[in-house]
């Protein structure tokens, strides 16, 4: 975690440092999120045996509030938000946390107490697995929160909603509190834990709010008390000076007016030929992407039609909804990755519930061994949907670590008329890249995933999250490795992690040879932008200056350095 750098109030306002996520600046009042729910810790008098029957529909009720509340926020969302929250809603209506909370009621506990109850077996049995796992913990947490408040009449509980557009600080938030933040009330937010990889930062780049993770000193800030935010020097400063407050965000305004005027395509300075494009969900999200003048898809995810369901969805329901991510970039680049499921993304009917590191276990590509209908079907949906709009996607499969599995992966692809590859989150596939690339025609570096599996290092963890941080000098070498063997082959390598919406990374990956950028929406100006105003070499001068740091921090300044020219 960064440390503080604080001044006293006779020299100036105090700064508090962190990890730059998304760039921007903003100043207001400081908001935190709401008070926690208060909890009942007893059981008090058991519930009549005449009463259980009731009390547990009161619970499922409850339960029924939330997870509509969340998918009807879902329904508002694209992207990343639209997964946490229809996932958070997921856990709401899990089948067996009602159950476990139904048998606590059959012995007697209130409805309230029942839900406390049912939810820390859940949350035990996720700390013992540990990992990716463990991850879920506070998701089970905030819907055990917002049961309860809806059983005992209490507000519910995530961020607020202020009347006077604020600043938000935390220790962390939840994920779908983070989702279903108002863009128009909150200016800005930083928390005292997260990673540049953390659901908090994903979002944040998505509704291109600035932001900063990792501050130290956050908690000592008072509600009330004015800050500045800065997302590009990741910076809190607490009291700034009036006048440099006023210049700071008047200059992130006017850089966000010249973005507006970004266009496309995507290319450096001196015309080197670089696509912008975005990371997309649904078709709402495709047609608003399309809307912000980025040049495809890099990444469509398509996992929002399998999350929460408890049978896999037909290929008709498939079809139609890949059928409109395709229609919003007639003619253009659409690259589906199938579909990721596993570990932090289990699904009923597909992933295993008692894996041990369920990180390393079957996720990705992987569920087709247990299940090699699920992938031919979705294959089936993709084909469908590109025979419906004329198009011919690129498809590609997540958690590829051999070249067995590229190239009997490639073999599916093509015989249904569509353009394979394959995604490089595995550091064994950027060690084999070249021999990957005799078989699939273009690679895509998932740089959440490739730094965790690199770096040993759960790429949500907030104690890790330097280890993660996609600066990180030997991710950026993997990164390296993969560019040249695709310009050895001739066949493009993109990015379409979280590396990828940050336009000073953006640089630095053109300068190590990766032809096309893939990013949140709202980043898809900023990244294009940026990258017009550098030309192919200072790229590469600026990779270098990278690669030859020790730390992410050193790293990022070289960049920045040679890239201010």
Same mark, same amino acid.
């Given at each position: 975690m960064s440390t503080t750098v604080s001044s006293p109030a006779t020299t100036g306002p105090a700064v508090l440092t962190g990890t730059p996520v998304v760039p921007g600046a903003a100043v207001g009042p400081v908001v935190r999120p709401a008070g926690a729910v208060r909890?009942?810790?007893?059981?008090?008098?058991?519930?009549?045996?005449?009463?259980?029957?009731?009390?547990?529909?009161?619970?499922?009720?409850?339960?029924?509030?939330?997870?509509?509340?969340?998918?009807?926020?879902?329904?508002?969302?694209?992207?990343?938000?639209?997964?946490?929250?229809?996932?958070?809603?997921?856990?709401?209506?899990?089948?067996?946390?009602?159950?476990?909370?139904?048998?606590?009621?059959?012995?007697?506990?209130?409805?309230?107490?029942?839900?406390?109850?049912?939810?820390?077996?859940?949350?035990?049995?996720?700390?013992?697995?540990?990992?990716?796992?463990?991850?879920?913990?506070?998701?089970?947490?905030?819907?055990?929160?917002?049961?309860?408040?809806?059983?005992?009449?209490?507000?519910?509980?995530?961020?607020?909603?202020?009347?006077?557009p604020s600043i938000l600080l935390a220790d962390d938030l939840a994920p779908a509190d983070t989702a279903g933040l108002d863009p128009t009330r909150i200016l800005g937010l930083a928390t005292r834990l997260g990673g540049t990889t953390s659901h908090t930062a994903i979002i944040a780049r998505q509704l291109g709010l600035p932001c900063v993770v990792g501050v130290g000193g956050l908690d000592d800030v008072p509600v009330g008390a004015t800050v500045l935010i800065d997302g590009e020097q990741g910076t809190v400063t607490v009291d700034p000076e009036p006048e440099e407050a006023r210049t700071r965000v008047e200059a992130?305004?006017?850089?966000?007016?010249?973005?507006?005027?970004?266009?496309?395509?995507?290319?450096?300075?001196?015309?080197?030929?670089?696509?912008?494009?975005?990371?997309?969900?649904?078709?709402?999200?495709?047609?608003?992407?399309?809307?912000?003048?980025?040049?495809?898809?890099?990444?469509?995810?398509?996992?929002?039609?399998?999350?929460?369901?408890?049978?896999?969805p037909s290929v008709e329901e498939q079809a139609a909804g890949y059928a409109e991510v395709l229609a919003a970039f007639p003619g253009q680049k659409v690259v589906v990755r199938t579909l990721d499921a596993g570990s932090d993304k289990p699904l009923a009917f597909a992933t295993p519930p008692d894996e041990a590191n369920p990180a390393l276990g079957v996720r990705g590509l992987r569920v087709a061994r247990r299940d090699p209908?699920?992938?031919?079907?979705?294959?089936?949906?993709v084909a469908e949907a590109a025979a419906r709009t004329g198009s011919t996607p690129w498809v590609m499969a997540p958690m590829? #670590?051999?070249?067995?599995?590229? &190239?009997?992966? =490639? !073999? *599916?692809?093509?015989?249904? +008329?569509?353009?394979? %590859? /394959?995604?490089?989150?595995?550091?064994?596939?950027?060690?084999?890249?070249?021999?990957?690339?005799?078989?699939?025609?273009?690679?895509?570096?998932?740089?959440?995933?490739?730094?965790?599996?690199?770096?040993?290092?759960?790429?949500?963890?907030?104690?890790?999250?330097?280890?993660?941080?996609?600066?990180?000098? #030997?991710?950026?070498?993997?990164? &390296?490795?993969? =560019? !040249? *063997?695709?310009?050895?082959? +001739?066949?493009?390598? %993109? /990015?379409?992690?979280?590396?990828?919406?940050?336009?000073?990374?953006?640089?630095?990956?053109?300068?190590?040879?990766?032809?096309?950028?893939?990013?949140?929406?709202?980043?898809?100006?900023?990244v294009g932008a940026r990258l017009a105003t550098v030309d192919l070499a200072t790229c590469q001068r600026a990779a270098e200056a990278a690669l030859a740091a020790d730390d992410p921090a050193a790293a990022r300044a070289a960049a920045r350095a040679v890239l201010a020219g």
């Open positions: 909890l009942p810790e007893e059981q008090g008098t058991p519930v009549p045996e005449a009463d259980r029957e009731a009390e547990k529909a009161r619970y499922g009720a409850a339960a029924e509030v939330v997870a509509e509340r969340l998918t009807t926020r879902a329904a508002a969302a694209t992207g990343v938000s639209a997964e946490v929250l229809s996932t958070t809603a997921g856990i709401a209506r899990d089948r067996a946390l009602r159950t476990v909370a139904e048998q606590k009621i059959d012995e007697g506990v209130p409805a309230p107490l029942a839900a406390v109850q049912a939810a820390q077996q859940f949350v035990d049995m996720f700390e013992s697995l540990g990992g990716l796992m463990a991850e879920r913990v506070p998701d089970v947490r905030d819907v055990r929160d917002r049961i309860v408040a809806e059983l005992t009449g209490q507000g519910e509980p995530g961020v607020p909603a202020p009347e006077q992130a305004r006017l850089a966000a007016e010249a973005l507006a005027s970004y266009a496309g395509p995507g290319r450096t300075k001196d015309g080197h030929v670089v696509q912008v494009l975005a990371n997309v969900q649904d078709g709402a999200g495709a047609r608003a992407a399309a809307g912000a003048h980025a040049e495809g898809v890099g990444l469509f995810r398509t996992e929002l039609a399998f999350l929460g369901r408890a049978q896999e209908g699920l992938l031919e079907r979705q294959l089936d949906a590829v #670590a051999t070249v067995p599995e590229a &190239a009997a992966f =490639a !073999a *599916a692809v093509r015989s249904r +008329g569509l353009v394979p %590859g /394959v995604m490089i989150e595995v550091p064994s596939a950027a060690l084999h890249a070249e021999r990957l690339l005799a078989h699939v025609d273009f690679l895509s570096i998932g740089t959440n995933d490739l730094s965790q599996y690199a770096l040993a290092a759960d790429r949500l963890s907030a104690d890790l999250a330097e280890l993660t941080d996609p600066w990180q000098p #030997a991710l950026l070498q993997l990164v &390296a490795l993969t =560019a !040249a *063997a695709g310009e050895r082959a +001739g066949k493009p390598v %993109g /990015v379409c992690g979280e590396a990828a919406a940050d336009p000073l990374l953006g640089c630095v990956l053109v300068g190590l040879g990766v032809t096309s950028l893939s990013c949140a929406t709202s980043a898809v100006a900023r």
